[in-house]
């Protein structure tokens, strides 16, 4: 089951400041919804635990995440693959920086998620609003911590 | 000239038939003239003598067993359609507590070979292991399998194993199969398992000459199931000291199911004891659950010999048992004359067996049992292929392969009277194959043994008051409602003709059918009657118990049934089971042949015990039991008596009588020739039950749901041996059609998620969705038994043929073709947008109707 939402902002921030908050996961994982803990493996690896789970049926998931691609300061793209109750989800979370008049930044981003498993039998109708809602709630985050 | 001819063939091949049946059918010995039986109790509808056990409560079911120091299975299932996978990790699972031993995909690679397939070529090239190790290929698919102590511990520790995988891009569907992009399993080289092309008559001639030629676009069988309400279950003891796997399981057709086990664990085949309780429904899904006998087994053994159980969930039971055969049908020709009788039908259709073929491809010539349905089509040609796709592997589900054949009948008929202006009953009329040319040779050799479709119909109409709803309909119409009447005539081929399976593999080491019983005095006199046979709910105990009782004049409760296959204990044959319709015909006549050798046992030992002669003698019933009675004399002997004189009391026994045992075996061989292979041609079953279904539909304008205002099914399944017991397969089969044309559906994802891994998805038939049964039985015996039963009970889901059928009466003024055997309110109203948007415009194209030649 592929899930795939996108969207822009704008931040009163410069491109290359935007970049330096993307790709530092201290700072960039905690904005991810129900965010537990996170294990740095090496300088594009880590890990990352998150609660999830509908309604009261929650459980944590471990997320291997990587920064797949890192254009300074133009574009930052991650990757995450893990296993939830009843199956599996991989990631992918895009950010395309563009410079726009008055020294602030354009993020444009793309996030798409493919969830398979019985969760994606059970939960299927569920999944895309509440995956939206999730979604939502980082990018808040991130307007917000980019100021 | 021409109808004569083929008359003359019919009678031909019935001729054949009957003239085998007379050697296989066991003859009296000269002078026992008291063998003639009255048929007292086959033909009643007495109460089923299994409901007492099991509606109380106590059925013995696999998850009842509880042996000592018996361990639970738990299976780790791939989350993906189609992927590598790249790292099984079960440390953290091992290391729990309670967990004694786990299994991953690699380990039983080591220690099987994989299981044999029935198909040739390409379909060889398969490596079917009962778990996954270097690539999954459905989802469900067992990657590793966890065995504990207890269940829940099995459960918690299949959490901890660690799988990953490297996803690949699935194959979904007939159409993505066939092009070969992603292979299901590369060592094919293709993902087409079979094909063959299936030719009779003149078609090319037949078209020329046609007075309508209709050509229809592509249609769809979906994917359902059966949902039995017990679920797979299994338990294994790997008794290594005696080099022998003892098997408790549900699985209804062990005889087959040994087969395969045996060459891959590597073990004789005399190695492997069955053993079958009562089972909670099969429907014939079941036949395929051998894989996860294997790994049982290989736990058990792994686990010290300690007995293993493992007793499947309903999603598990939904995701990696069995499915029903999905099937796609592609470039319809149908060729009619000026009166809309079809005269030639061409066509290709694709079967999707799912991830592994198992008892496949067999259904790619199981359909031809009913190649022109009813009707008395001659000229036909189908180009069969099957493939693998990324979907749970296929089973033998009620109505195997022929519903898919019967429906794409019943739909071209449909929509060739829709497109020529022939009303539906009409249009059956005009092609019914007629009672007066019964016994009927299709045009691939098969004979339909006997029935009056077209009094069947008759009879359903008056049922339901056709003519009356025509005229509600109407009226309706006028009101802008949506109603539509509907008619699906079916076949149930039974018992059928193993040789077969050299259609499509000619080396295949299997023909015909047979069946084994045994009747016998127990020492105490009591009549006891042992089967192989493993009944889902058919009520085997109760017809057999009529048919025994028959044969000695006493009643059905003073025979004593032992049903469920036990390799020790139990008779049987390699063909051993339950499925294809046919206990009525091949089990009852193997039970028919061993009480009447009792019975002349029984006759010769009274004839001495009484000093009389056994043309005197009289069966029945007296002050002491079961007995029999010199008419001449008055004397009577009881069966405990008799049983004392020949076990325990047999001194004085004269010589000539010391072949009586009063345990009395009998193999009923149903009378088959292996087909020609090249023609394709021969009898593939003996029999053919027959049922037709009408329904009025309405479809609500606002929701687009469809509901049933009125319903009616019409049986004809030769003699009935108990109608109770027939009316209630009707029942079920109508219920499971019904699900499957309204509500019930195995849907994938294109990423290769199932869609309804439960109930609540899948919504399975229950009494609140089932209209009320308007019930009609009539009786063609057949010519081919030796009581003119036919086996009965799949149904040849009858209900999506006519759900079909009235659906589109309904909306075929707004333009809708029906041309998915699966219908919901969601469904309907993308067809009439389609149809808005002219979308069914190419769907159906009369290619030609001659000039002055319309009906």
């Known amino acids: ?147 | 000239m021409d109808c004569r001819r083929r008359s003359d063939k019919s009678e031909g091949m019935a001729r054949t038939i009957r003239k085998q049946m007379k050697r296989t059918t066991p003859k009296p010995k000269a002078g026992v003239a008291a063998i003639a039986c009255v048929s007292k109790w086959v033909g009643q509808p007495i109460r089923r003598k299994e409901e007492d056990r099991l509606v109380r409560g106590k059925g013995i079911f696999v998850d009842d067993q509880k042996l000592t120091g018996m361990l639970h299975i738990r299976f780790v299932r791939s989350s993906y359609g189609h992927a590598k996978i790249t790292r099984v990790d079960v440390s953290k699972a091992e290391a729990l507590p309670g967990v004694v031993c786990t299994l991953t995909g690699a380990e039983v690679k080591g220690m099987v070979q994989p299981f044999i397939e029935i198909g040739p070529d390409a379909g060889q090239k398969i490596a079917d292991y009962p778990m996954a190790f270097d690539k999954v290929v459905f989802q469900g698919e067992p990657v590793a399998a966890v065995v504990a102590e207890t269940r829940l511990i099995a459960e918690d520790a299949a959490e901890l194993v660690e799988v990953d995988y490297e996803p690949l891009p699935p194959v979904m569907t007939a159409e993505d199969a066939l092009k070969d992009e992603s292979l299901v399993h590369p060592a094919m080289g293709t993902n087409k398992n079979w094909h063959g092309l299936f030719e009779y008559g003149d078609v090319d001639k037949a078209f020329k000459q046609a007075a309508h030629v209709v050509h229809i676009g592509r249609m769809h069988f979906h994917r359902f199931s059966s949902t039995p309400l017990e679920n797979n279950a299994v338990i294994a003891v790997w008794d290594s000291r005696s080099e022998r796997i003892e098997y408790w399981s549900n699985n209804s057709f062990p005889a087959f199911a040994a087969q395969f086990l045996s060459p891959a664990l590597g073990v004789r085949i005399d190695q492997i004891f069955m053993k079958s309780f009562d089972i909670g429904g099969g429907f014939g899904i079941k036949i395929t659950n051998y894989p996860y006998m294997a790994v049982c087994a290989l736990a058990s053994r792994k686990a010290g010999d300690r007995p293993v159980k493992w007793a499947e969930t309903r999603t598990e039971h939904m995701q990696g048992s069995a499915h029903g055969n999905e099937r796609t049908y592609f470039d319809t020709r149908v060729a009619l004359d000026k009166n809309g009788v079809i005269t030639a039908v061409a066509s290709r259709h694709v079967d999707d067996c799912g991830a592994y073929p198992r008892y496949e491809p067999l259904g790619c010539v199981i359909w031809a049992q009913v190649m022109p349905a009813s009707y008395r089509l001659k000229n036909i040609r189908i180009d069969m292929s099957q493939v693998v796709t990324n979907k749970c592997p296929v089973g033998p589900n009620r109505g195997y392969s022929r519903m898919q054949q019967l429906w794409f009948m019943e739909r071209i008929l449909d929509i060739c009277g829709h497109t020529l202006g022939i009303p539906t009953d009409e249009m059956r009329m005009r092609n019914y194959i007629r009672k007066d040319e019964m016994p009927y040779t299709t045009p691939n050799g098969c004979v339909y043994d006997s029935g009056d479709y077209a009094g069947m119909l008759a009879m359903g109409k008056k049922l339901i008051g056709w003519d009356e709803w025509k005229k509600k309909q109407a009226a309706a119409r006028k009101e802008g409602r949506w109603i539509g009447l509907g008619i699906g005539s079916t076949l149930d081929s039974g018992t059928n003709n193993f040789g077969q399976a050299r259609i499509i593999n000619a080396g295949a080491p299997f023909s015909g059918q047979s069946k084994a019983a045994i009747a016998k005095l127990d020492i105490y006199g009591e009549v006891v009657v042992s089967l192989g046979s493993v009944p889902q709910g058919q009520g085997h105990e109760t017809t057999a118990s009529q048919v025994v009782a028959d044969v000695l004049g006493i009643s059905p409760d003073m025979v004593k049934v032992k049903p469920g296959f036990d390799t020790e204990q139990n008779v049987y044959t390699g063909h051993t089971g339950t499925y294809g319709s046919q206990f009525a015909v091949s089990g009852l006549s193997a039970i028919h042949g061993a009480a009447q050798k009792l019975r002349a046992e029984i006759s010769r030992m009274a004839a001495w015990a009484l000093r009389g002669k056994e043309k005197d003698l009289e069966f029945g019933v007296g002050a002491q039991g079961a007995e029999i009675r010199d008419k001449r004399t008055r004397k009577s002997i009881n069966y405990w008596a008799l049983a004392n004189l020949v076990n325990v009391n047999n001194a004085g026994m004269p010589e000539e009588l010391w072949d009586i045992t009063f345990n009395c075996r009998h193999v009923y061989h149903a009378p088959f020739h292996i087909p020609d292979i090249q023609k394709k041609y021969g009898n593939l079953t003996l029999t053919y039950a027959a049922q037709i279904h009408l329904a009025v539909i309405e479809i609500d304008r606002e929701t687009f749901q469809p509901k049933i205002l009125a319903y009616a099914c019409v049986d004809d399944c030769g003699k009935a041996i108990n109608p109770r017991i027939v009316e209630g397969q009707v029942h079920g089969c109508t219920a499971h059609g019904i699900g499957a044309a309204l509500m019930e559906h195995c849907a994938y994802d294109s990423d290769g998620n199932l869609l309804a891994s439960t109930f609540s998805d899948y919504t399975p038939i229950t009494a609140m969705n089932m209209p009320d049964l308007l019930y009609g039985h009539m009786e063609s015996p057949s010519p081919f038994t030796y009581n003119g039963a036919k086996g009965m009970g799949e149904g040849g889901a009858a209900p999506v043929h006519t759900v079909c059928a009235a659906l589109q009466d309904a909306l075929y003024a707004n333009g809708v073709i029906v041309d998915d055997s699966h219908n919901t309110g969601d469904s309907i109203f993308r067809s009439l947008q389609r149809a808005k948007q002219g979308g069914y415009k190419d769907m159906v194209r009369v290619e030609y109707q001659r000039a002055g030649r319309t009906n």
Request: charged fraction near 25%.
């Open chain 1, 1 to 147: 089951m592929e899930i795939k939402f996108g969207g822009n902002f704008v931040v009163k921030k410069t491109p290359a400041q935007v970049y330096e908050f993307l790709v530092d996961p201290n700072r960039f994982c905690p904005l991810l919804p129900d965010y537990q803990s996170m294990q740095i493996v090496d300088e594009k690896n880590f890990l990352v635990k998150l609660s999830v789970g509908i309604s009261h049926i929650r459980g944590t998931a471990a997320v291997k995440m990587s920064l797949a691609e890192a254009d300074r300061p133009k574009r930052a793209v991650y990757e995450g693959k893990g296993d939830v109750p009843g199956g599996s989800a991989s990631l992918r979370a895009g950010f395309d920086l563009e410079m726009v008049p008055g020294g602030e930044t354009k993020v444009i981003w793309l996030g798409q998620a493919n969830v398979v498993g019985r969760i994606a039998s059970l939960a299927g109708g569920m999944l895309e609003p509440l995956a939206k809602k999730n979604v939502q709630k980082l990018i808040d985050g991130l307007q917000k911590a980019l100021g």
